[in-house]
């Protein structure tokens, strides 16, 4: 099978970038009643990906309408288990705790622009395709599937997942979750706000909801000096990387202040499980406020953590809290006006409403003055249009030591 354009398989991956990266399709997947479609597996350069191709022409089906069976096919797999040859891999699913709706009805992409293919069927359940294997989903479905476990109703109840072999190694492939309708991401609510001058009401709410999705991933141990050691060594390694790419950024600065932040800890973060990219589009709200938390891969970066660091929950509060900062900026930036008190009061209201269980506030400056930095390196490696917020996000948090 050969794809009937490289160069629209490139762009939809990769962006537009120079130059036309080589394209094979190495796999194919056609399930059962998948119709006139299967998902390839797609060499890209030196990654892989999966997507759905036209079986006659190979050409890339990009609209979930138009391979509708293909969709349908793959989320009844994962719902029941199925364990599916494909010519050069194999799905291996597994049903999921909560018992799955009927996956029947329209199938339509999620409207949204994501890394990954997010399907909607039938309005009562979503099939999230992870895109480029090998990029973390599978502790994605370690999560969702013990939050769902744990009765955790903050995320969207987790029917069913598949993994996809290849060459002998097992890739995390899809989720299929229920459909919450009727909601928007915390990002777009926080435009909404800036723009109608309305206080973020709802910030307590999302502090709750958070706790109350840590201590669902469970109680962790307390963390000990080699925990420290290791995220004051990846901090330090993000730091030189950005000062290197970042230029004009504050991050030579941040790296004094982390030093700081790191000895004035009196009290360590437990380590646990976390979410580990939480910030405001992961959290959906509808007219009431907060109601579910999403997409639990990995933060995106140009410097991944390295292997065996700690997760902490306070990574992800201080995350939760630099995203405020970011959202506010960021609408200021399009013309929307100053944020200064509206980030005061959501910073404030998310804090309190995590409640005792916050973590010191040496070692949450400590986090959000990392993720500054991250954002940073992460806005001059991939994402330039991020920059200015990075920066002023940044350079704010270290004019205001009592932020938090």
Same mark, same amino acid.
């Given at each position: 099978m050969r794809l009937s354009s490289a160069v629209g398989a490139a762009r939809w991956y990769q962006g537009? +970038?120079?130059?036309?990266?080589?394209?094979?399709?190495?796999?194919?997947l056609r399930p059962p009643a998948a119709g006139d479609h299967a998902l390839g597996v797609l060499a890209v350069g030196d990654a892989v990906y999966v997507a759905p191709l036209h079986v006659g022409t190979g050409a890339l089906a990009d609209d979930p309408a138009g391979c509708a069976e293909l969709w349908r096919a793959l989320a009844a797999a994962a719902a029941t288990g199925e364990e599916l040859d494909g010519d050069g891999c194999r799905l291996l699913a597994r049903p999921g705790p909560a018992p799955p709706p009927g996956l029947g009805g329209p199938v339509r992409a999620i409207g949204a622009d994501q890394t990954n293919t997010t399907v909607v069927l039938g309005e009562r359940a979503v099939v999230k395709c992870y895109?480029?294997? +090998?990029?973390? +989903?599978?502790?994605?479905?370690? %999560?969702?599937?013990?939050?769902t476990a744990a009765g955790f109703d903050g995320v969207p109840a987790l029917h069913g997942a598949a993994e996809l072999e290849v060459a002998g190694a097992r890739h995390a492939l899809?989720?299929? &979750? #229920?459909?919450?309708?009727?909601?928007?991401?915390?990002? #777009? &609510?926080?435009?909404?706000?800036? %723009?109608a001058g309305a206080t973020p009401g709802w910030a307590p709410a999302a502090g709750r909801l958070v706790a109350r999705m840590h201590r669902a991933l469970g109680p962790g141990r307390p963390a000990t000096r080699a925990d420290l050691d290791g995220w004051r060594a990846q901090a330090g390694a993000l730091v030189a990387a950005a000062a290197a790419r970042a230029a004009g950024a504050p991050v030579r600065e941040a790296g004094a202040a982390l030093d700081a932040a790191w000895v004035a800890?009196?009290?360590?973060?437990?380590v646990a499980p976390v979410h580990g990219d939480l910030h405001l589009a992961q959290l959906l709200f509808d %007219?009431?406020?907060?109601?579910?938390?999403?997409?639990?891969?990995?933060?995106?970066?140009?410097?991944p953590d390295p292997p065996g660091i700690a997760e902490t929950p306070a990574r992800d509060l201080a995350a939760l809290l630099r995203s405020v900062d970011n959202a506010g900026l960021w609408t200021e930036e399009q013309g929307g006006p100053p944020p200064a008190a509206w980030i005061v009061a959501a910073r404030a209201g998310v804090l309190a409403g995590?409640?005792?269980?916050?973590?010191?506030?040496?070692?949450?400056r400590a986090f959000?003055?990392? &993720?500054?930095?991250?954002?940073?390196?992460?806005?001059?490696s991939v994402a330039p249009f991020?920059? +200015?917020v990075a920066r002023h996000a940044l350079t704010t948090l270290l004019e205001e030591p009592c932020a938090i």
């Open positions: 537009k +970038g120079s130059g036309d990266p080589e394209v094979r399709v190495t796999a194919t895109r480029r294997l +090998g990029d973390g +989903g599978a502790r994605e479905l370690d %999560r969702v599937r013990a939050l899809l989720l299929l &979750q #229920a459909y919450v309708p009727g909601t928007w991401d915390g990002f #777009a &609510q926080a435009d909404r706000d800036l %723009r800890a009196d009290r360590l973060p437990p %007219r009431g406020g907060p109601v579910a938390v999403i997409d639990f891969e990995p933060a995106p970066s140009a410097l995590y409640g005792a269980d916050a973590p010191d506030p040496a070692i949450l959000e003055l990392v &993720q500054g930095v991250h954002e940073c390196l992460y806005a001059a991020w920059m +200015g």
